[in-house]
């Protein structure tokens, strides 16, 4: 089993659409959880961290469920700039270094 | 200019080839991370160093080997190139913060093809 799972997708959506990312983790003591944006052929950048009380930035929203080991990213008002492959991120306790999931990509379409 | 470069940008070499890629930045980060990217696999971590005396070996070290010569360069060495060894690689740095989040910061990748 994969230590970070996400849903290859792909996540094709209309402009102006809300989309749904989850992403589970197999580690019950992760600490810390984040979303990165990687755009085809390119590095990945850090969207958000996200945080236990769940945050917003801008038409992004991500939360963490530590019950269900799992989190989310929702993006309201989808533009054609959104398109990317989104990676989920998780710190583990006791690891010193992150562990990425494979990524789902979005297309969003005029 | 870029705050992590890395060299060279893309590289076509032939089985047993030693090859090396490089990484410098400017950002002032004691740590440093090399991974390698593959089609459905994601970013596998192949080494880190959290500062110039320390290296240790990540998830698919094998055939791979590292050198820390400053705080600003990490280099990644290939001894004796084989072609599932194909693959984006890309160089990352950070540096610690009291909430643990220790955001990466990622070079712009090499991509090396194994003949």
């Known amino acids: 089993r994969k230590e970070v799972e996400q849903d290859p997708g792909p996540f094709n959506v209309p402009e102006g659409a809300t989309v749904a990312f989850n992403c589970t983790y197999s580690n019950s003591a992760s600490q810390s959880f984040f979303w990165y944006r990687q755009d085809c052929r390119k590095e990945p950048k850090l969207l958000m961290s996200v945080y236990s009380s769940g945050n917003e930035d801008g038409r992004f929203t991500a939360q963490l469920n530590r019950a269900s080991q799992y989190i989310s990213l929702l993006i309201r008002d989808s533009k054609l700039s959104d398109s990317a492959t989104y990676l989920c991120?998780?710190?583990?306790?006791?690891?010193?270094?992150?562990?990425f999931g494979s990524g789902t990509r979005l297309q969003v379409q005029p | 200019d870029a705050d992590v470069t890395q060299t060279p940008r893309n590289r076509i070499t032939k089985t047993g080839k030693r090859i090396m890629l490089e990484c410098s930045q400017t950002?002032?980060?004691?740590?440093m991370y090399w991974y390698r990217q593959d089609p459905g696999l994601g970013l596998r971590l192949i080494y880190y160093s959290f500062d110039v005396k320390d290296i240790n070996k990540g998830e698919i070290s094998d055939g791979y080997s590292v050198s820390r010569q400053a705080q600003a360069k990490f280099s990644l060495s290939l001894e004796s190139a084989i072609p599932n060894q194909t693959a984006l690689y890309f160089c990352?740095?950070?540096?610690?913060?009291?909430?643990?989040?220790?955001?990466?910061?990622f070079g712009p990748g090499t991509r090396l093809t194994v003949l």
């Open positions: 991120v998780v710190n583990e306790k006791g690891r010193r270094a992150l562990t």
């Open positions: 990352a740095t950070s540096a610690p913060r009291e909430d643990s989040t220790d955001t990466q910061y």
């Open positions: 950002k002032g980060h004691d740590r």
